[in-house]
């Protein structure tokens, strides 16, 4: 049979699914099935297959075989995610009209941590690993095993979550004193104004918000974060005009996601006709897919800092990620996502499509008048991580030249031009001095891991 004619089948198919009459289209469509042999007919008549079936397990077998012919069919793994209680249908919604952005106070849960023994503020001691009593010195080992888990790309695509942005305000009750708060959209961890007791709010009971799916924990101190900041300064000559701020503990936030498919080519080469050296040559068409799998490929997911935290991101192990857990922000600034997966994952395309055409292998880059095309290039998952960073500004050269320290192994980016080192050590260290005295320690100095030490150096 020809294409055509099946293509007819399944178009008389989808026209009686739609008015309602489903043994008639089932009938259209089973031909459909029978006589065609193209993977995308054949994908498109499963698919409509199985919406006109009740029959749960029928429903599935369709959608498995729809699956089958085609696993970037958005559709079919909507109506599967759902068959799986994966995805609420109630949360579908239509990408061409997009819910406006919640513009007013939205009510928010938020976590609080105090010390099951004394009662007092328990905050996120920088050893990774733990939270801390800042009265009793109670400690509480917080779980280092487990991976982070990915997120399915199409079915957070479907609602409203994968192309949301902060709302304007988060509204919370203090669970110590029962002050209410209001946060601004860039921020989901903070401590009460009145009773100090760290809250962390939970996006989980958010409809606009992705939750964190992974944090890598602060793995040290302010005093050595202050001390790689006198190391940027002695290194590059820099002479600070005025006073130097300390480095601020912050969480940022992090886009990663999983890319396969392929990066389809097309272009020419030459070959001889008989096969041998010597023989008359021939321009042939060569056309063909090289496949493609990226693992967490890491994208800033806040404007602010951008550029800066792109630099960094490189830096950083993401396998060591751990699962999300609100316990690692006590007493931690973290920030809320203003740019939205979906429009972080086109980004994503682009970064791995310009990235893997410099690597085409030789036998695809040697082809005369190569095209690439990045249409069959998927996002197949994702997830939203946590990064430790320190942050601070050097005045210099009548600017404020922005710093950022990776808060796991202490490498330091900035926007920073090297100087003559003119600057007096002896001057240096009295800086040095100056700013290591105004640390002031969020855990108890009798905590083994804060120490004035350097981090080890990164490799």
């Known amino acids: 049979m020809s294409r055509d004619y099946a293509e007819s089948l399944l178009h008389k198919g989808i026209v009686e699914a739609k008015a309602g009459e489903k043994g008639t289209a089932r009938r259209y469509l089973e031909r459909a099935i029978d006589t065609s042999g193209d993977h995308a007919v054949l994908s498109e008549s499963w698919y409509w297959l199985s919406i006109v079936m009740n029959d749960p397990a029928e429903k599935r077998t369709a959608l498995e ?47 609080r941590f105090m010390c099951p023994q004394c009662g007092a503020k328990m905050v996120f001691a920088p050893d990774g690993v733990s939270l801390i009593c800042e009265h009793c010195t109670r400690s509480q080992r917080l779980p280092s095993q487990g991976e982070a888990a990915e997120q399915d790309f199409l079915i957070a695509m479907a609602t409203a979550r994968g192309h949301g942005k902060p709302v304007a305000m988060q509204v919370f009750h203090c669970q110590g004193c029962g002050a209410e708060f209001i946060l601004p959209p860039d921020v989901i961890s903070t401590s009460c104004a009145y ?112 550029s800066h935290l792109m630099d960094l991101l490189s830096t950083f192990e993401l ?88 808060g ?24 040095l001095e100056d700013l290591l005295d105004e640390c002031q320690l969020s855990v108890p100095s009798s905590n083994a891991a804060v120490t004035a030490e350097r981090p080890p150096a990164a490799a």
């Open 319 to 406: 396998k060591t990620t751990r699962p999300y857990d609100p316990r690692y922000l006590a007493n931690w600034a973290a920030e809320v996502y203003d740019v939205s997966m979906a429009d972080a994952s086109l980004e994503a395309r682009s970064h791995a499509y310009q990235r893997l055409k410099g690597k085409l292998p030789g036998d695809i880059a040697s082809l005369y008048n190569l095209k690439t095309s990045s249409a069959r290039l998927d996002i197949e998952s994702f997830k939203l991580v946590l990064v430790p960073v320190w942050i601070s500004e050097l005045p210099t050269d009548g600017r404020k030249a922005l710093v950022l320290i990776n």
């Open 195 to 306: 009773c100090e007791s760290p809250h962390v709010v939970s996006l989980a009971s958010s409809r606009e918000l992705l939750q964190p799916e992974g944090i890598i924990p602060h793995a040290f101190d302010q005093k050595q974060a202050a001390l790689l900041l006198a190391d940027l300064v002695e290194q590059n000559g820099i002479k600070p005009q005025e006073t130097v701020d300390l480095p601020r503990g912050v969480y940022l936030p992090v886009w990663t996601f999983d890319i396969g498919g392929a990066i389809a080519y097309r272009g020419d080469r030459y070959e001889t006709e008989d096969g041998f050296r010597q023989g008359a040559q021939k321009m042939v068409r060569v056309e063909g897919e090289y496949p493609v799998h990226i693992n967490d490929l890491p994208l800033p997911a806040s404007h602010k800092a951008a």
């Open 65 to 111: 075989n729809c699956l089958s012919f085609d696993m970037r069919h958005a559709r079919a793994r909507s109506e599967l995610a759902i068959l799986d209680g994966k995805l609420d249908a109630g949360e579908i919604i239509n990408p061409d009209a997009l819910p406006a952005a919640s513009t007013g106070p939205a009510q928010a849960t938020a976590d």
């Open 408 to 431: 796991q192994n202490g490498i330091v980016k900035g926007d920073i031009a090297p100087q003559p080192k003119s600057r007096p050590k002896n001057g240096l260290f009295n800086w």
